[in-house]
């Protein structure tokens, strides 16, 4: 049985970090958030000691550290604000303990190289939920492209609507500077998921981009890709409104549908297993990805020309 710490318990994504923890067999014994609205916790750890301040946090995984083997930290899950992760990281090398961070694990890939130099220098690992590689959908995909010896890439049209509130602009995820933009937020296990399927990324342009919002062309050495993202209600399909529902995903290559809705909720569990295996994605692994977001942030969009998205049309 392994030791956690988790920081950013309050977060959206905790739960499925806590659950892990638990469908594995091992145990929660630190908590840290400014959040106290943590009563989830009881569900799955409810003897875990629970801190608001990091420096109180901090002293505490210390004298766990100096303490029988037992009581340290193996590993610490960071469940922060996207801009938080790099820190967090560190703090958890530097404390002696592995760190399983969520994406993006990082928002700037020179962030990637500082933070390998931490690994050198602690003997620690960086391991990220890469948490659609898992997927079997995926993973059978990717397997079919692999073995496939053909003369022309593959057309393919990603599109990922996930509706937010006005809650979403208001909070640390509308700042780009904290959440690293729409793109970054809520689509980097994407980019990420199209570069462990088709390939090295050949080609990146940016057709549109707003706080809520964002669209491109993505060519890897297998695919050509034209994608949308939004947390606006307004571009779910009808189909889907009609149905009650408020996020559409799609992901078409040469006009067929992959279906992977499915199968999301144990991805968190799946990738734990594979990290306390030793088979977890460690910080390389991000690198294509977070470049790929790095660029869309940074790129000038151009608006309805080349290979565009049709929902853009809308």
Known sequence: MK?????????YIAPRHMQAIKATGNRLVAALDPNDSVGIIDSYFPDADFFTEFERFDRHIDKLRRQRDE??????????????HDSHM????????????????VLNPWNIDGLLEIEKDTGRRINTILQLRV???????REKVQAENREHKHEVDLTYITSRGHWYLQSWKGDEKKSGGIATNIG???????????GELQDNVVHHSDATSAAGYLEYEKARVRWFLSVDYRYVPDSAKAEGQRTYRSITVDGEEIEFSGGFTDLHTRSYEEILAGRGYGLEANRVAIETVAHIRNAEPLGLTGDYHPFLER
């Open 3 to 11: 030791n956690f710490a988790m920081i950013g318990a309050a977060g």
């Open 71 to 84: 009581q340290k930290v193996d590993y610490v899950s960071i469940c922060s604000p996207n801009y938080l």
């Open 90 to 105: 560190r703090f958890a090398l530097r404390s002696g303990a592995d760190a399983i961070c969520e994406k993006p694990i």
């Open 135 to 141: 997927h079997p959908s995926i993973v059978a995909l």
């Open 188 to 198: 980097v296990h994407f980019y990420d998921m199209l570069h462990f399927i088709f």
